[in-house]
């Protein structure tokens, strides 16, 4: 029996197809020359091979974050978070990761207060698991 | 009164009845979750050549799943009432918040209700639905999204199980559609679909909007397949 069970886990867990990250480059071409920059911080990767810097923009009234250069390893369901606190408790879903290279830009809600959430992350959503953050200071 | 006489002794065939009790394994697997459940039946085979089942049974179902998605459970969120009708009405987008957990697990003891028709001597389909229990399981850590926004939040299954309809179900209910196959005299494998409900209570009322709720429900559909005995 309990070979039987652990033979029906094993499938369903090996029934799961998850998505990837696209690998093309992107380059979102956000003006940063046009911004005012409002903070920034190098990322980090946890655990896994993620580098680059994240950088908050201020256009327009309007918050973006940028990520440039940025360079990931792959992954499932990677979304961009900024969050309160350093094991993003409380956290905002920017968006998916657009792709693991090149230049990307994630709109920030409207109305959030910017010092309230002083770290950007790779989150691997479906899995929990952090990839890469970055203090923004 | 004589065409209840009449009526009476026209039912006479169908009102003839036997009992018959077993007991079955079942493990239903799905996309990154799985189920097995052990369940014994008493039925009451029905009608002159007793090819109609209903009975009773005891289920017991433990679940186990890897990051799986929960809803908003309550129908007055979902549905926007909790009457009857429930069943027919769309689910309110906008009422309908996620919690997502890693690893659920989720065990459920439930009296279940069995509907079973004899297609032949040794081919048999049936129907059973969990309708009262109990659930039980560790605390587990997910987190709750509402749109944008975000926090991770501590939950355990919601304890107590009872089927009423639609979205206003409670807890965690287990429901199979099955074939069964004799293969010898007192056993034979069963298969079929198995939709399963699984329920959390988070630790506070996470969800503010339109109301607070604290209950994320996650509705299986599994393919399910088993053993079953005669006793």
């Known amino acids: 029996m309990k070979k039987l069970s652990i033979l029906i886990f094993v499938l369903a867990l090996g029934c799961g197809v998850e998505e990837v990250t696209p690998t093309t480059p992107v380059d979102d071409n956000f003006m940063t020359g046009m911004a005012t920059k409002i903070n920034m911080g190098v990322i980090m990767g946890v655990n896994h091979t993620v580098s680059g810097t994240a950088t908050i923009y201020e256009q327009d009234g309007k918050y973006t974050l940028v990520l440039d250069p940025f360079q990931s390893q792959n992954g499932p369901d990677l979304k961009v978070y900024l969050s309160k606190d350093i094991g993003a408790k409380t956290f905002i879903r920017l968006g998916v990761l657009k792709s693991t290279t090149g230049k990307q830009s994630y709109a920030l809600p409207a109305n959030i207060n910017l010092s309230e959430y002083p770290y950007a992350h790779i989150w691997c959503e479906a899995f929990s698991v952090e990839f890469a953050r970055a203090m923004l200071n | ?231």
Not at chain 2, 21 to 43: F, H, I, N, P
Not at chain 2, 140 to 169: C, H, M, R, W
Not at chain 2, 188 to 214: C, H, R
Request: a positive charge; proline letters at 3%; aromatic letters at 12%.
């Open chain 2, 1 to 231: 009164m004589k065409k209840v006489l009449i009526l009476l002794i026209s039912l006479v065939p169908f009102l003839s009845w036997s009992q018959i009790k077993y007991g079955d394994v079942t493990g239903a697997v799905g996309q990154r979750e799985g189920s097995l459940s052990v369940m014994y039946t008493c039925a009451w085979q029905l009608g002159a050549k007793k090819k109609f089942e209903i009975g009773i049974a005891g289920r017991f179902t433990t679940y186990l799943g890897q990051n799986q998605y929960y809803i908003t459970a309550p129908a007055k969120l979902t549905s926007g009432s909790t009457g009857p009708l429930v069943i027919f009405k769309e689910n309110i987008a906008a009422n309908i918040d996620t919690f997502l957990i890693q690893s659920p697990q989720v065990n459920a003891l439930n009296i279940a209700i069995h509907l079973g028709y004899q297609v032949s001597t040794k081919i048999s389909v049936g129907f059973n639905i969990d309708a009262l229990g109990f659930s039980f399981g560790s605390k587990k850590s997910g987190s709750y999204i509402n749109g944008v926004f975000g926090q991770q939040e501590q939950a355990k299954p919601t304890a107590f199980n009872a089927l009423l309809i639609s979205d206003n179900d409670l807890g965690s209910l287990n429901s199979e559609l099955f074939l069964k196959y004799q293969l010898k005299d007192n056993w034979g494998i069963k298969s079929g679909l198995q939709f399963l409900f699984t329920e959390y209570t988070t630790d506070t009322e996470v969800q503010q909007t339109p109301e607070p709720n604290s209950r994320f429900r996650d509705k299986s559909l599994l393919f399910a397949f088993g053993l079953y005995k005669n006793f």
